[in-house]
């Protein structure tokens, strides 16, 4: 694993926005949206006072990239699987409902991510996120030894799929 200056991967709630608008092509939903109102009442939903971004991931290539079926965004089979996905604006959203996966993000102090809420099965959107909330303190403490190896191996995961540089504060 190359070396990290950890504090240079916290990106911005900003960031994090034009990672999932830009890059992984996601529809930003209004929060009065009542399409998305039944994933709010998942216990596991930030509080909605600290909600910042409410997002619908629907394009296939993006889902087969986030469950592992496509390895990399620079991989021949996303660039494939890319070209005919159909693209989608807020209103037409409708429609994939219910193959779509929903993220919620959520910040205490406006600036950085606090919280964030999968609604699917995305263990590589899991692990784009959990690199957002940047590297956890070093204590000797052996829960946060098993906190420390799960962010490095999800800054791994994220560098294979080519974001790692998208989440570089530089």
């Known amino acids: 694993m190359p070396e990290y200056d950890f504090k240079s991967i916290q990106p911005t709630n900003n960031v994090i926005d034009q990672l999932l608008v830009n890059h992984l092509h996601a529809i930003r939903l209004n929060q009065d949206d009542e399409r998305w109102i039944t994933i709010l009442e998942d216990p596991f939903v930030p509080p909605i006072e600290t909600i910042v971004g409410v997002y619908c991931v629907y394009r296939k290539s993006i889902l087969d990239l986030l469950q592992g079926r496509i390895a990399s965004i620079e991989s021949y089979d996303f660039q494939n699987a890319s070209a005919n996905d159909k693209l989608l604006t807020a209103e037409d959203?409708?429609?994939?409902?219910?193959?779509?996966?929903?993220?919620?993000?959520?910040?205490?102090?406006?600036?950085?991510?606090?919280?964030?809420?999968?609604?699917?099965?995305?263990?590589?959107?899991?692990?784009?996120?959990?690199?957002?909330?940047?590297?956890?303190?070093?204590?000797?403490?052996?829960?946060?030894?098993?906190?420390?190896?799960r962010f490095e191996q999800d800054v791994l995961i994220v560098e294979k799929m080519g974001f790692m540089k998208l989440l570089r504060n530089e």
Request: contains cysteine; charged residues 25%.
């Open 93 to 149: 959203v409708e429609g994939v409902l219910d193959m779509a996966t929903f993220v919620v993000i959520a910040s205490e102090d406006d600036t950085y991510m606090s919280h964030y809420f999968i609604g699917s099965e995305a263990e590589k959107l899991n692990s784009i996120l959990n690199v957002c909330f940047g590297h956890p303190n070093l204590i000797d403490d052996q829960s946060m030894e098993r906190s420390i190896k």
